[in-house]
C-alpha cells in the first residue's frame, strides 16, 4: 500500500520483492565474477542469464569466469547461474559490480520434459542419460549473428571458443566442446577432431553448417553428453552430440502464417590500448639515444639510421598516428527473417528465408550470408508419412587482412611507430630502416575473400503398420563447395620493381551420402514401458582439393582470373588432394 498511487510498482520472483519505478528506463548494468561448484572447482560453460531477461544471458569460459552486460528496468536484478548436475542459484544484483563468486551446490535440474536422442523420444523422468534440452525461442530471444554464440549463452557444460587470436573475425568457426578437450590441438584442423557429432533433421551435416543457420528456424536443440551418446552413434559421439531439429508448418488449417524479424547492432574493441601516442614515443627516443651508447644500441650510433632520430620538440609531435584506431572500426551487424508455415488435414510446409551482413572491426572484413530452407511433411496413407527437408546457403566471407597483435612485431599495429604515418612505405625503426607493408597498405591493396554454398537434402519415409510398430527411413545428400580468392598486387611497398604480383585459387568441395533406417515398438501399461530399436546406417564421405598459386604478376587488373600469364613458371605450383 505505501506505493499505491505512486509510479513505483513491484513485482515477487521467488520470494525475492522487486521494486522499480515504471517511468524510468532501462538501467545498464556489467557485472563480472566466477563460478565454482563446493570443491572451489571452477565450472566452465555455466549459465548465467536474467531472470526475465528475454533469454539476455552469457556463458563462463574456461576459466569459470564471466562478463554479462543487460539491461532492465528492475531494480534490484536477479541472475540465475546453473550449471548441469547442479542447483541453479540465484544472484540479487543492486548494481554493476566485480569480483562476484557463486557457488553452486550439487543437484539435479529439471531442464524440459521431452529427450530426442535421435533415434527414440522419451520423457526426460524416464531417460538415464545426460542431456541439455533447448526450445527455439530460448534462442530467437538471444541477439546473435550465429547459432554456436546463442547456443553457448543458453548451454550449460557447452564451451564454444571462438577462433578470433588476429582481431574480430565474423569469419571463424568456432571450437564445440561438450566433454572437453580429446586431443592437444593447435591447428583448425586438428581442433575440429575435439568437435561433437551433430545430427541436424536426423541427417549428419559438419560444425560450418551450424554457423549458416540463424536461430529463428530452429524448433529444437539437444545435447547429449556421456557415454549414452556412443552406445547410440558408436564412436562418433565420443565428443558428444547436438542433436537440432528445425520447424515444421504450423497453425491453422488452410491459414499462412508469416513472420518477419529484424534486428541490428554494432561491436568494438571492449578496451583501448594504453599505448604511446607520437610524443611520448619521441620522448622515449631521445631518452634511448641519450643514454644508449655506440657499444651497447650501436643502431643509435654516429652515420646510423637512428642518429638523426633525436627530436628537439617531441611535443610540437602530438597524438601522432594511433595504428590501432587506423584499422578498425565500429562493426554493424543486421539481421532479416522472414518465414511461411501452413498446415492442412494431411500437409505441413514450413519455409524460411534469413539474410545476415556483419563487418569485422578490422576494417574491410566480414561477412554476408543467405540461406533459405524449406520443410514439407505429407500424410498419404494412416499408416504412411513422407517427408522432405532442404536448405541452401551462399556465404560471401572479407578476411582480416592485418592485425592488431601477434608475434609479427615489425608490421603488427600496436607495435607501430606513431610517428609513421598512414601512407608511409619506409620505418627507420626497422632494424636499419627498411620498406614495409603497413597494416593500411595491406588493407587498401590486398584482395582476399572466399565464397561458399551448401546445400542440404532430406528425404524421410515413416511407415506404422501396426500400432506402436514404426519403422523410420531417412535417405539425405550434402554438398559443400568453398572457393577461395587471393592476390597481393605488385604495388606493396615491399615488392622490388618488376616483381610482379602474387595470385592464388583454390577449390574445396565434399559431399556426403547417408540412408538409416530403423524399427521400433513401444509397449506402455501402467505406468510402465519397454521399447525395442533395431536398424542400420550407411554413410559415405567424399572430399576434393584443387589450388594454384603463382608469382610475377605484371598486370595487377586481371588478379586470379589467369593464372597462366605467370612470367616464371618456376614460381607457379598446383595441388590437389583427396579424401
Not at 532492465?72 to 548441469?84: I, N, W
Not at 553457448?152 to 578437450?181: D, F, H, K, Y
Not at 551433430?198 to 551435416?205: A, M, P, R, T
Not at 582476399?448 to 503398420?465: G, I, Q, V, W
Request: hydrophobic share 30%.
Amino acid at each position: 500500500k505505501c506505493i499505491a498511487g505512486s509510479t513505483f510498482k513491484y513485482a515477487i520472483e521467488n520470494n525475492v520483492v522487486l521494486v522499480y519505478d515504471s517511468t524510468v528506463k532501462m538501467r545498464k548494468f556489467t557485472v563480472s565474477g566466477t563460478v565454482r561448484d563446493a570443491g572451489k572447482t571452477v565450472l566452465p560453460g555455466a549459465s548465467v542469464i536474467l531472470k526475465g531477461g528475454s533469454g539476455q544471458g552469457v556463458s563462463t569460459d574456461e576459466k569459470g569466469q564471466f562478463t554479462f552486460s543487460f539491461s532492465t528496468k528492475t531494480s534490484p536484478a536477479v541472475l540465475e547461474v546453473g550449471f548441469l548436475g547442479m542447483e541453479t542459484q540465484q544472484v540479487i544484483i543492486t548494481g554493476s559490480a566485480k569480483g562476484l563468486n557463486v557457488t553452486l551446490k550439487e543437484g539435479g535440474t529439471r531442464i524440459d520434459d521431452v529427450v530426442v536422442n535421435g533415434m527414440f523420444t522419451r520423457n526426460k523422468s524416464t531417460y538415464t542419460g545426460s542431456v541439455t534440452s533447448i526450445k527455439g525461442e530460448d534462442l530467437v530471444a538471444i541477439s546473435n549473428t550465429n547459432l554456436m554464440s546463442a547456443l553457448s549463452a543458453v548451454t550449460p557444460g557447452m564451451v564454444v571458443v571462438q577462433n578470433n587470436a588476429l582481431g574480430s573475425n565474423p569469419n571463424a568457426i568456432p571450437e564445440i566442446l561438450i566433454r572437453g578437450s580429446n586431443s592437444i590441438a593447435t591447428s583448425a584442423e586438428e581442433k575440429a577432431y575435439n568437435n561433437p557429432l551433430i545430427i541436424l533433421d536426423g541427417v549428419e551435416v559438419l560444425s560450418n553448417m551450424l554457423n549458416n543457420m540463424p536461430p529463428e528456424s530452429i524448433e529444437s536443440f539437444s545435447v547429449l553428453k556421456d557415454a549414452q551418446a556412443t552406445s547410440v552413434y558408436g564412436s562418433r559421439g565420443a565428443n558428444g552430440v547436438i542433436l537440432i531439429t528445425t520447424k515444421r508448418g504450423l497453425g491453422s488449417k488452410g491459414k499462412v502464417n508469416i513472420t518477419f524479424k529484424t534486428d541490428m547492432g554494432f561491436s568494438q574493441l571492449p578496451r583501448q590500448l594504453d599505448i604511446m601516442n607520437a610524443s611520448e614515443f619521441a620522448q622515449y627516443r631521445n631518452d634511448y639515444a641519450y643514454f644508449g651508447s655506440d657499444a651497447n644500441h650501436p643502431d643509435v650510433g654516429k652515420d646510423t639510421p637512428l642518429s638523426g632520430s633525436v627530436y628537439s620538440d617531441p611535443l610540437s609531435l602530438g597524438e601522432g598516428t594511433n595504428w590501432i584506431n587506423e584499422i578498425t572500426r565500429t562493426a554493424l551487424y543486421s539481421n532479416y527473417a522472414l518465414s511461411l508455415s501452413g498446415t492442412s488435414d494431411k500437409s505441413s510446409y514450413y519455409a524460411s528465408f534469413s539474410y545476415n551482413d556483419t563487418e569485422g572491426i578490422i576494417q574491410d572484413s566480414g561477412q554476408q550470408r543467405f540461406t533459405g530452407r524449406i520443410n514439407l511433411e505429407r500424410q498419404l496413407f494412416k499408416w504412411m508419412k513422407v517427408g522432405y527437408t532442404g536448405s541452401y546457403t551462399w556465404r560471401h566471407n572479407d578476411q582480416n587482412k592485418s592485425s592488431i597483435g601477434g608475434t609479427a612485431w615489425y608490421s603488427s599495429a600496436q607495435y607501430l611507430s606513431p610517428l609513421l604515418k598512414p601512407n608511409d612505405t619506409y620505418n627507420p625503426l626497422y632494424y636499419n630502416g627498411q620498406k614495409i607493408n603497413t597494416q593500411r597498405a595491406l588493407i587498401d591493396l590486398n584482395t582476399y575473400y572466399l565464397e561458399r554454398h551448401s546445400n542440404n537434402h532430406a528425404f524421410t519415409l515413416k511407415l506404422e503398420p501396426v500400432k506402436n510398430f514404426t519403422i523410420n527411413s531417412t535417405f539425405s545428400y550434402y554438398l559443400y563447395q568453398r572457393h577461395t580468392y587471393r592476390y597481393y598486387p605488385g604495388t606493396l611497398p615491399l615488392k622490388g620493381e618488376n616483381e610482379g604480383g602474387e595470385a592464388y585459387r583454390a577449390e574445396w568441395d565434399e559431399h556426403s551420402f547417408s540412408w538409416e533406417t530403423t524399427a521400433g515398438y513401444k509397449f506402455e501399461k501402467n505406468g510402465h514401458s519397454f521399447d525395442v530399436l533395431g536398424g542400420f546406417s550407411a554413410y559415405s564421405f567424399a572430399s576434393h582439393d584443387f589450388n594454384l598459386s603463382g608469382k610475377g604478376y605484371m598486370d595487377d587488373a586481371i588478379l586470379w582470373n589467369n593464372m597462366n600469364a605467370v612470367q616464371d613458371k618456376e614460381t607457379y605450383s598446383a595441388g590437389t588432394s583427396y579424401s
